[in-house]
């Protein structure tokens, strides 16, 4: 057996038994039922969610997460953990960025889950040093700060850094040798595509192809030439995204993009061992984090609609 054969073996039997305790899917449907978001974090804190004892939730979540990157980034599975790291290294980025162009205080806003620690993050940018960054993530701060210096376009800023981020997990994907994590991408970046194209229905077209981004299942030219003949529903294989893109709902495109990733997981729980094992429960961690995250918002329609938009969108 190879090496990455050792590895996988090993991760594919904890994950099995980390799938039974981190995040349980019945507890947060408990919490989606819950008639006040203090509710919510009572069952949360009893049910495992959470630990007994804290008073910041999200902070919570986002050290548990960070641990267990951590802990499952071993040799060959280091680049399916990149995958879910990195774009925690491009929200950080924007953050430092941003704080450093006005002045403010933002390492409140930093998380811990990136792959470069965010003490290293902030003095690479503050002190102009990104050459002490990996080298995706140094190409996308210095075309981040070109964007801001032409256009002084917050907007702009954040889309150097989104490019330089789907182009590094591109390359994460193929490096870990793992087909699915080539599809993950792929579906991922259909996703983000279709909230884009329905959120600028009435822009002119250039400006829309300027937020798209490559790597999908469809090249941005197809996606345009799909939007100009008015089908845009062609572009997209996935059912989920095609409805959406014919109902031309922003709303319906961000929770197809989340069914689609769900459903996604689901067939990578299929696999007896390797990377579509941990592909699946660092998917799975993710959406349920979120699922988590809205049921302690205080919100009107809690009980049975959030329950259908927690099982719809995060299951």
Excluded at 150 to 176: I, T, V
Aim: net charge neutral.
């Amino acid at each position: 057996m190879k090496d990455s054969d050792h590895i996988y073996l090993y991760l594919s039997g904890r994950i099995r038994v980390l799938q039974r305790t981190v995040l349980p899917w019945e507890v947060i449907v408990h919490m989606a039922e819950a008639a006040t978001p203090e509710e919510a974090e009572r069952l949360a804190r009893t049910g495992g969610v959470l630990p007994q004892e804290g008073t910041d939730p999200n902070g919570e979540l986002e050290m548990a997460k960070a641990r267990l990157f951590e802990t499952l980034s071993v040799g060959e599975s280091r680049a399916v953990v990149d995958l879910f790291r990195f774009p925690y290294d491009c929200h950080n980025a924007k953050v430092l960025l941003k704080g450093s162009l006005s002045g403010q205080e933002t390492e409140a806003l930093l998380s811990p889950c990136a792959s470069v620690a965010a003490e290293e993050m902030k003095a690479a940018i503050e002190e102009e040093k990104s050459a002490a960054l990996p080298a995706w993530l140094r190409e996308g701060v210095q075309a981040a700060r070109r964007a801001w210096m032409e256009s002084r376009s917050a907007q702009l800023l954040d889309l150097a850094l989104e490019r330089a981020l789907f182009a590094a997990c591109r390359q994460a994907a193929q490096k870990g040798g793992s087909g699915a994590a080539v599809d993950y991408v792929r579906l991922w970046i259909d996703g983000v595509n279709l909230q884009t194209l329905l959120r600028m229905q009435q822009a002119q077209p250039e400006a829309v192809a300027e937020l798209l981004f490559e790597g999908g299942g469809s090249s941005v030219g197809r996606l345009m030439e799909c939007r100009g003949a008015g089908n845009l529903a062609a572009a997209f294989a996935q059912p989920a995204l095609r409805a959406a893109a014919e109902s031309g709902a922003p709303e319906q495109a961000e929770r197809a993009a989340k069914r689609v990733l769900g459903a996604f997981a689901a067939r990578c729980d299929a696999a007896a061992w390797g990377a579509p094992v941990l592909l699946s429960f660092l998917l799975r961690l993710e959406l349920r984090q979120a699922a988590v995250r809205l049921t302690l918002q205080k919100r009107s329609g809690r009980g049975a609609a959030l329950r259908t938009e927690v099982e719809e969108c995060y299951g």
